[in-house]
Structure formats: structure tokens, C-alpha cells
């Protein structure tokens, strides 16, 4: 099954049947080591390693574990794609659609015995883009008259005209 965005849903859909069929208490350890990107919604992560623990409560299932990932973004000065690392520390509840938590329970259990692990990583990864994402404290940026990519060298545009009411502020910068 392939989401709108693209996304292989498959990859942040984890199956927990199994664990529900145990008492509570029963632990069991998930690891994710997915290279390539996977897509969550609109949000673009790369390289999502890390460890879940599931573990069967009276209420559903805890997900505790913390997972590394790079999300993918753009640097505002030359444009060029960047990734941002981050991490996505989980503790949250996935609770079993018949419980009395149920109605209250931000994360539940679907129908098939599945968790979607894509609306929280989704939110980290927005969470984890700067206002301002930049490749390199350095960056030059594009130039303002060609667009030329600066970092790769100087651009033949000629030097930018000051607007005359503001020439008188040229002086204050020729003084120093």
C-alpha cells in the first residue's frame, strides 16, 4: 500500500498483534535501519536507525525507545538540499480501541492490530528544520541580480547602485 505523498506506510506501521495476544508485562525490542528515504506525509527522513521497545500494558502498548533520523530541508541562502540530524525520544501510550482510555488516548491501536509510528516522526522531523536552515555558517548564498550560486565564486553582475536618499548612509561606512 503506497500513501499520496509516496510514503511505503508499511515501514512506520507496526504490527502488534502478537503482543497483545501476551500478558502484561511482555517486552519486546524493535530495531529500525532504514537508509533510504522514507516519507512521512510531507516530511522527507533519512537514515532512521534506532530501537523501540514495545511493551504490553492492561491499557495497550508502551513504545519507549529513541530513534535517529535526518530530515530533509534546504539551505535558505543557496538553496542547495541539506539534512538535519535529529532525535525522536518516544514514550507514548498506544491504547487497544476498546479500552475505557480509549476516547481520551492521543495514539490507538487500529482495527488490523497495527501502531503508526508516522504521525510522531512526522512532527518531530517539522520540528527539527530550523527557521533559518543554513549548509555552512560560511555560506555566500545566490547572488540578488543573476542568482549565481556565490560559494562556487564571484558572479559578473556589477556592483549594486545605491538608492541617492540613502547615499548619505554610504559616508558613515567610507568613515570607518
Known sequence: MTHPYGADVRLLKVNVGFLLKESAGY??????????????????????????????????ILVQGLLNAKSASECVRCLRPIDLPFQVELSELFV?????EASQ??????????????????????????MHAVCSADCKGLCSQCGKDLNEGPCDCETEEIDPRLSILRTLLDDQ
Open 27 to 60: 517486552v519486546r525490542d524493535i530495531v529500525f535501519d532504514e537508509p533510504g528515504p522514507v516519507h512521512a506525509y510531507e516530511v522527507v527522513l533519512r537514515d532512521l536507525q534506532g530501537t523501540l521497545r514495545l511493551t504490553r500494558t492492561p491499557q495497550g
Open 105 to 130: 488516548a492521543q495514539y490507538q491501536i487500529d482495527e488490523g492490530n497495527f501502531i503508526d509510528l508516522m504521525p510522531i516522526l512526522r512532527e518531530e522531523g517539522i520540528l527539527a528544520i530550523p
Open 96 to 100: 487497544i480501541p476498546t479500552a475505557p
